[in-house]
Every structure is written in C-alpha cells, then in structure tokens.
C-alpha cells in the first residue's frame, strides 16, 4: 500500500482524466516541440489558458521530436499537470514528422497547429470560425498576405518571398504561405495528410497543395509576425534546404502523375 491518503488522490486524478479524454474533443491543438525548454512552460499555459475560456472539450498534442535539452520532461510534466495535455514522441528531430504525427493524434473535429514561438490566440479564434462556418477547410496565416505585418530581420523576409515565388512557380499554388500556423477540418484534410510524403519543412506545403487539389477551400489571414529568439538555422542553409525540397516535391508530384496515367 501507499502512503496514507496517496492513493485515493492519484486515483481520482487518474479517473478525471481518463472521463475528460474519453469526452468528445472538438478541438485539437498541435505544437510540436524540439528543444523548447525556455518556452514550452508558458506557451502550453497560455493556450491551455485560453482553451479553457472558450469552455468547448479541447485538447492539446506536444509533439516531442528528439530534444535534447530537457524539453520530453518538461512536457511530461505538462501532461501530468493538465488532463488536457497530451504527450507524443519521436526519437529525432523533425518539424514535418511532428505535425503529420500530431495530426494523425488529433481527435478533435477542428485541428489547430502552432510553432511553440508562434502562437497568436487572435488567430485561433478568426480560423476556428471560418472552419466552423464552413468557409474553407485550411486556413493559413500568412506572412506575404495583404495586412500581414513581418518584424523579422530583412534576410528572412526575403527568404519568405523568395520562398513563396517559387512555390507558387513551381507548384502552382495559389496560396501566398503555407508555413506556420494554421487550422484545418480534419475530416476534410485526413485523406491529403495521409498521402503526404514529404517530411521536414515542406509538410505544411504538401498537406495545403493536396488539400487545394483534392477540392479543400483554403483561406489566408494576415500573420503577425516577430522573432522571439535567434533562428536555429542560417538563412542561406534555409535557402537551400528550400530549394531542394520544393524540388523534391515537385519531382514526387510528377512521378504520381505519370504513374497515374
């Protein structure tokens, strides 16, 4: 036996969450996690915070992909503390791999994804309306769209357009970003995110592309963006991992096509 009085407290706990998990979700939110000890305590708390306001069963999915700073314990902690948190893990690092992964765990009708350094709960509540109302199955908030102000340094905007020119050229996608926040009906994105191959970066860009193709409305909000740390990669090793990825999508694109045929 335990410690007097233990164990009726752990007991409960543990029936509380599991009748809380066993509700329907309506809402997911996904944020995957990689070495984010410094910010992944007050982000969880301020969505989870918020979440709770709009009193509507959520939850919320960290992903954990291959941190090495401690970030896996804290999570654990968030998850034991909040019977809405819910932890996922991935032995290596991979920003792509941790949203499809977080996707494929949400339970709930609306899926919302935001970066632990990008979470604007302004935009939740415009997106999550517009899925709701059925005005479109994807909304993005975007960097380059009209009333989108950017406080980044000028490299990375420059990167951004130039990111965003070649998607459109090479891909023909209409959409002016496809990085970053964004909120999804799952029943209407759980068929193109399941076909996606793509991993890294250009998840996001594989998901909206199958999405549009498969007939998925897709709607843009002007983002609101500033850095809240330094980046973690060099704009000009961004650049070429860009590159090479559009590349590769491109080709994998093509090659379904003439198989198809």
Same mark, same amino acid.
């Given at each position: ?9 752990g007991?409960?706990l ?6 809380? %998990?066993d509700?329907?979700? %309506? ?9 984010e000890?410094?910010l ?8 989870v915070k ?34 809405e ?10 920003y ?20 632990v350094?990008?979470?604007d709960?302004?935009f ?5 309306a ?9 909304v993005?908030?975007s ?15 420059v990167?951004t ?10 891909l023909?996608?209409?959409v ?11 029943e209407q994105c ?8 793509m ?7 594989e ?5 549009a193709r ?5 709607a843009?909000l002007?983002?609101?963006?500033r ?13 070429l ?21």
């Amino acid at each position: 036996m335990g410690r007097p009085g233990r164990p009726h407290t752990g007991r409960w706990l543990a029936v509380t969450k599991d009748a809380e %998990r066993d509700e329907h979700v %309506r809402r997911s939110v996904v944020l995957p996690a990689h070495n984010e000890a410094d910010l992944l305590e007050r982000a969880v708390g301020d969505l989870v915070k918020a979440m709770r306001e709009r009193r509507e069963p959520f939850e919320l999915v960290i992903v954990e992909n291959g941190s090495t700073d401690g970030t896996g314990a804290i999570a654990a902690a968030l998850e034991a503390d909040n019977p809405e948190v819910r932890l996922v893990t991935l032995p290596t690092a991979d920003y792509g791999a941790a949203v499809a992964k977080g996707f494929e765990a949400a339970r709930g009708d609306v899926v919302v994804n935001f970066d632990v350094d990008y979470v604007d709960l302004g935009f939740l509540e415009k997106g999550v309306a517009i899925v709701d109302a059925g005005v479109a199955g994807i909304v993005l908030a975007s960097k380059r769209a009209p009333g989108a102000t950017d406080r980044r340094p000028l490299a990375r905007r420059v990167l951004t357009a130039g990111f965003t020119f070649a998607m459109r050229a090479l891909l023909r996608m209409a959409v002016t970003d496809a990085h970053g926040m964004k909120v999804l009906s799952r029943e209407q994105c759980a068929t193109p995110a399941a076909a996606c191959k793509m991993t890294g970066a250009l998840w996001d860009v594989e998901l909206v592309l199958r999405a549009a193709r498969a007939g998925v409305r897709v709607a843009e909000l002007p983002a609101d963006v500033r850095e809240v740390r330094p980046p973690r990669t060099s704009v000009w090793h961004r650049s070429l991992e860009s590159a090479t990825g559009l590349l590769q999508l491109r080709l994998l694109l093509w090659r379904e096509h003439v198989s198809a045929r």
